[in-house]
């Protein structure tokens, strides 16, 4: 079976390089001034990151996200109707299972058939600390609908997450 390559690369390529070594340099031209916005230099979400714009690790779309959501609610709900007989332990369900499949491996069920993942922006595992603020903010819902141009809800810049493509 084949490795998949590891997303740690571009990242911490990244964040190491800093910025004048961030983006490719034009002969004869000065760096621009820090003083405006990260999105103003970001030619697409995640560039900041170091994301690439397209395929695989780029930034995953709103809809795959949210598709992913739908298959985690239904598979909660048939969960805890097959455990309680009942509809209302749904949400403990889901809480518990966003939990913790995002600390151990970074994707749920409906994150997994979505081809998403969640990572930390620095590289590696969310891990149990992270998930948790995450997976407690995500509960509100309102607040993961507030996104910025990376498609960073608040839940994930709280957690200093990033949800990309496999």
């Known amino acids: 079976m084949a490795k998949r390559p590891s997303?740690?690369?571009?990242?911490?390529?990244?964040?190491?390089?800093?910025?004048?070594?961030?983006?490719?340099?034009q002969a004869g031209t000065a760096p621009a001034p820090r003083s405006a916005p990260a999105e103003a230099d970001a030619d697409y979400p995640g560039k900041r990151f170091g994301l690439p714009e397209q395929g695989p690790m780029s930034v995953a779309s709103m809809g795959r996200r949210f598709l992913a959501l739908i298959i985690d609610w239904l598979l909660s709900m048939v969960i805890a109707l097959w455990l309680t007989h009942s509809q209302y332990w749904t949400i403990v369900v889901f809480a518990v299972e966003v939990y913790v499949l995002t600390a151990l491996t970074g994707a749920t069920v409906g994150k997994r058939l979505c081809g998403i993942r969640v990572i930390r922006t620095g590289g590696g595992l969310v891990g149990?600390?992270?998930?948790?603020v995450r997976t407690l903010l995500l509960l509100t819902v309102v607040l993961p609908l507030l996104t910025d141009y990376d498609r960073q809800g608040v839940h994930d810049r709280a957690s200093g997450t990033i949800v990309v493509r496999l």
């Open 7 to 25: 997303h740690r690369g571009a990242l911490a390529a990244a964040a190491e390089a800093g910025p004048a070594q961030a983006g490719p340099a």
């Open 128 to 132: 149990f600390r992270w998930a948790l």
